[in-house]
């Protein structure tokens, strides 16, 4: 068994992102996509259960689809609606328990992380207290959605959003925080199920 796996971490929630228009997927929900009989937020939910059973879903439509895997549901809140993930990560973390103060963030189309990341993010941030949020890493890229932050960085970004000078960029607001990296050397964990060929191509 890998080290925290199936160990729920004290203070831990988590925000899964299923707002977006889905646009390559022709507009369809991507969270509810069928992978292999399993709808795509199904498999994001194996990864994270474990460890918390305090997760929002951050969708903007298909409410009731999502409400049925027994999580809330939280749309983007009215000023900052339909602005990418920032708005779903801002949005979620208002709708939590004050006590939570780490935050895993998670896409709804990634259904091969790896099984023990979000306690790596973990036991990453209680080692380095100075750090506002981790991200994951292949290669030379970032993926900027896949992340743990702390609490305190909600006031940051509402200040971020409120910018209009800022484009909604998550890794524009990721640089201005303090934040660590973790490297992963499997890539293909990553994959991102955004368009139809790949969902397909996914298919068993």
Known sequence: MLAGLSTPLPSLAAVILAGGLGRRMGYQQKGLL???QRPL???ILDKISPYTEHIM???NAAHEQYQAFGYPVVADLAPY???G????IYSGITQLAEDIELIQILPCDSPY??????????QYLESHPDKDLVV???DDKVHPVIMQCRRRILQPLKTYLDDPAKQNRVMGFIRSCDYGTIQFSN???FTNINEPSLLAGYQV
Do not use: D, M, V
Not at 85 to 88: C, E, M, N, V
């Open 113 to 122: 992380l790896p099984n023990n990341l979000a306690w790596l993010f973990y």
């Open 34 to 36: 069928s992978l292999n």
């Open 187 to 189: 890539h293909q964990q």
């Open 81 to 83: 609606q339909q602005r």
């Open 57 to 59: 879903i951050s969708a």
């Open 136 to 138: 994951a890493a292949t």
């Open 41 to 43: 937020i199904e498999h």
């Open 85 to 88: 993930p920032l708005a779903g």
